[in-house]
């Protein structure tokens, strides 16, 4: 049983990673300004005198009584459309929040864990993506502002672990879907899951050729919590191998909501990364043989059944 700090616990990850560190027995101290993350996320955990909530944006100096064993440190916008509305709060919570995150361990002593992403690879030159690919990353992009925010914090996150001794882990999240992720965030997931309830075209960006490869939370949150007990300080990627098309995807939600909708052909963003798939050999080798259980259809059976559940 620890004292464990999540930032960005009101989020999508952030909540699920609470939720399961709370049944763990653990004390949990969930930190959440509400700009992406919600109430709702959280409310059914406010009950529990294990769990403590502050509101407030991690980018200013973060006051905690106590002692602590780990800080997780996730807060951060995750979606593309987020990224575009609010490009300098994704820069500053990846690069000021990420100090204020680290500058708390070191005085703490805790062990500190680092929400990095695939979207350090850029558009990936090499496929599948392993840990040792620095990456094809447009820094003036409009996705740079996520990249380029998670890579600063990678550099911060291995200065404080070379410079101060700090006990620290990066874990680099593949695309994740699960219950609570918001409706309106503007990602694949999501986006598809509601046009295929409401009987709408879902919106295919570009040919739907490029791949993603998606894992269901449950999986990645269980790799999170393996890696941050390991000790390993280099970074690794956590995320299902299985990669598919956006078309395929497509007709996959299609197939399993039933659903009478067709496929509308919209614009691709820029910088679209064209392809996508972890290589999760570290992650196999060092955390006990972990790799998703979960089947993509099964997850998102679940993930379909939330959001019958809780459409409008
Ligand atoms: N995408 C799509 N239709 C949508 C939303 C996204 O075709 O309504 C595509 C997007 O262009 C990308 C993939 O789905 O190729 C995954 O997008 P998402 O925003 O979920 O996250 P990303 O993996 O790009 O960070």
Redesign the pocket.
Known sequence: MARILVTGGAGFIGSHLCERLLAEGNDVICVDNFLTGSPDNIAPLLANPRFTFIQQDVTNFIYVKGPLDAILHFASPA??IDYLELPIQTLKVGSLGTHKALGLAKEKGARFLLASTS?TYGDPLVHPQTEDYWGNVNPIGPRGVYDEAKRFAEALTMAYHRTHGVETRIVRVF?TFGPRMRRED????P??IAQALRNEDL????D?G?T?SFCYVTDLVEGILRLLRSDYALPVNIGNPREMT?LEFAKLIIALTGSRSGIAY?P??ED??KV?QPDITRARALLGAWEPVVAVEEGLRWTIDFFRGTSS
């Open positions: 979606s593309p979207e695309n503007g990602r694949v997931v986006n598809f919106t295919v960006y570009g739907g490029q993603r956006v919209k691709l963003p679209d990364p996508r």
